[in-house]
């Protein structure tokens, strides 16, 4: 079993539309976790951290359930602009990538 | 800088030669690492520098993968007699963090080198 897993997707959706994405941990004892946004050919860049009280950023909302060692990135309302890759990251004595969700959105 | 750079963007190289990669990470920040990607695949962990630290070199894949960081700034990645399998893009991130909490900071990447081995 992978460390860190993620459907690859992709996931279409059409403007406006409410998507989810999931991601599996297999280390308990993993410390922190993140979500990070990588566009077609670019690097990747943070997109938010993952609180265990869960936590809201516009539009995105992140959750952490331990006792399923999951954490989850709701996305409301999407936009073009969202179609990307989302990795999930887990940390516990480094830092593990997943290996991203791609996610289309569509006029 | 403004950011983490990296050079070069592209490398071709042949078979069995060596190669090294430069990363150029946020000025100020001690903590510096470098992964590869896959197409289509996650980020791998390579290796990871952190201040004066000895770095965590567990993730790279073999003896021909070392790394070196000068003066706590400066990174190279260096892969000797490359093979066909190490074709993929070599990112490179950097993060200000602290003693102890050293994986619960933002990383900036750079752009990477996409290396070719023919």
């Known amino acids: 079993r992978k460390e860190v897993e993620q459907d690859p997707g992709p996931f279409n959706v059409p403007e406006g539309a409410t998507v989810a994405f999931n991601c599996t941990y297999s280390n308990s004892a993993s410390q922190s976790f993140f979500w990070y946004r990588q566009d077609c050919r670019k690097e990747p860049k943070l997109l938010m951290s993952v609180y265990s009280s869960g936590n809201e950023d516009g539009r995105f909302t992140a959750q952490l359930n331990r006792a399923s060692q999951y954490i989850s990135l709701l996305i409301r309302d999407s936009k073009l602009s969202d179609s990307a890759t989302y990795l999930c990251?887990?940390?516990?004595?480094?830092?593990?990538f997943g290996t991203g969700t791609r996610l289309q959105v569509f006029p | 800088g403004a950011g983490v750079s990296q050079s070069p963007s592209n490398k071709v190289t042949e078979k069995g030669k060596d190669v090294e990669l430069r990363c150029d990470p946020i000025s100020g920040h001690t903590a510096l690492y470098w992964y590869r990607q896959s197409l289509g695949q996650g980020l791998e962990f390579l290796i990871y520098?952190?201040?004066?630290?000895?770095?965590?070199k567990s993730g790279l894949p073999s003896d021909r993968f070392s790394a070196e960081r000068t003066g706590g700034s400066v990174s190279t990645l260096t892969i000797q007699r490359t093979q066909q399998e190490d074709s993929a893009v070599y990112l490179c991130?950097?993060?200000?963090?602290?003693?102890?909490?050293?994986?619960?900071?933002?990383?900036?990447f750079g752009p990477g080198t996409r290396l070719t081995v023919t």
């Open positions: 991130a950097s993060s200000g963090t602290g003693t102890g909490v050293r994986l619960g900071y933002e990383q900036y």
């Open positions: 990251v887990v940390t516990s004595d480094k830092l593990i």
């Open positions: 520098f952190q201040g004066n630290s000895a770095p965590d």
